[in-house]
C-alpha cells in the first residue's frame, strides 16, 4: 500500500502525545516504517505480530528508522478508524494502570523490557490473570476485549511499537483505579500528565 509522506506526517502531528524532543526519526524511514505494517494489516493481527516479529528481531534498524528515545512518550505514527501505530517509550520504573482498548493490540518490543498483567471484568472491577514479561525482540497481543496493566521495571527506557486494531484515540476507553480498582473513563489529558511526570522524576 502506498501512503502520502502528508497522510502519515498529518497524523503524526494531530495525535502526537509527546513532543518531537522525545524521539528522532527521518520522515523517509517512518513512512517505509509504517507501509509495511500497514500492508501487514492485510492479514489481520497475525499478519501484524509476525511483521512485529520481523522488526523486533533488528533494533538497530527500528532506532534508524525512528530515532534513539530520549524521554518517555507517545508518537503516533499513524491513525485512521482501521488501524493505530505508536511508536510508546516507557520511562524508567513507569507504572500504567489496568486499562482496556475496545480493539485488539500488538506489542513489539526494541529495547528494555515491558511487564504486562492481564486482567479480566469482574462487575465494575478487574482482577488479575496473568502476566507476561516482554523483552527486545519480544511480541505480546491483547484481544479486543483485553485489558492489562504496563510496568517498565528497569532504571532506562523501554521502547516499543504498538498497533492498535482500530482508533487508539477514539473515546469510548476505560482504566481501573486506587486501591479498589474501581472502573473510571480513560483519560488521554491523564496519559499524558503521567508521562510528564515519569519523565520529571528522572530529570529526561
Known amino acids: 500500500m502506498n501512503l502520502s509522506r502528508r497522510k502519515v506526517l498529518a497524523a503524526t502531528a494531530a495525535a502526537a502525545v509527546a513532543g518531537p524532543t522525545a524521539f528522532g526519526s527521518t520522515d523517509d524511514e517512518v513512512e517505509k516504517l509504517v507501509s509495511r505494517i500497514r500492508d501487514a494489516y492485510a492479514d489481520g493481527q497475525p499478519g501484524v505480530e509476525e511483521m512485529l516479529r520481523e522488526l523486533a528481531s533488528q533494533p538497530a534498524r527500528i532506532v534508524d528508522a525512528l530515532g534513539e528515545p530520549a524521554k518517555g512518550g507517545i508518537r503516533s505514527l499513524y491513525n485512521d478508524p482501521d488501524i493505530t501505530i505508536l511508536n510508546i517509550v516507557w520511562a524508567p520504573l513507569m507504572v500504567l494502570r489496568p486499562h482496556d482498548h475496545n480493539m485488539w493490540a500488538s506489542i513489539g518490543v526494541y529495547g528494555g523490557r515491558e511487564d504486562n498483567v492481564y486482567w479480566q471484568r469482574t462487575g465494575n472491577t478487574v482482577e488479575a490473570i496473568g502476566a507476561k514479561s516482554l523483552g527486545r525482540g519480544d511480541v505480546g497481543s491483547l484481544a479486543e476485549d483485553g485489558v492489562h496493566s504496563v510496568i517498565n521495571p528497569i532504571q532506562k527506557l523501554t521502547a516499543a511499537i504498538h498497533v492498535y486494531g482500530g482508533d487508539f484515540f477514539a473515546p469510548g476507553r476505560s482504566q481501573w483505579m486506587g486501591e479498589e480498582l474501581e472502573k473510571a473513563p480513560f483519560s ?17
Open 188 to 204: 488521554q489529558t491523564g496519559l499524558v500528565k503521567h508521562f510528564m511526570e515519569s519523565n520529571e522524576r528522572f530529570q529526561l
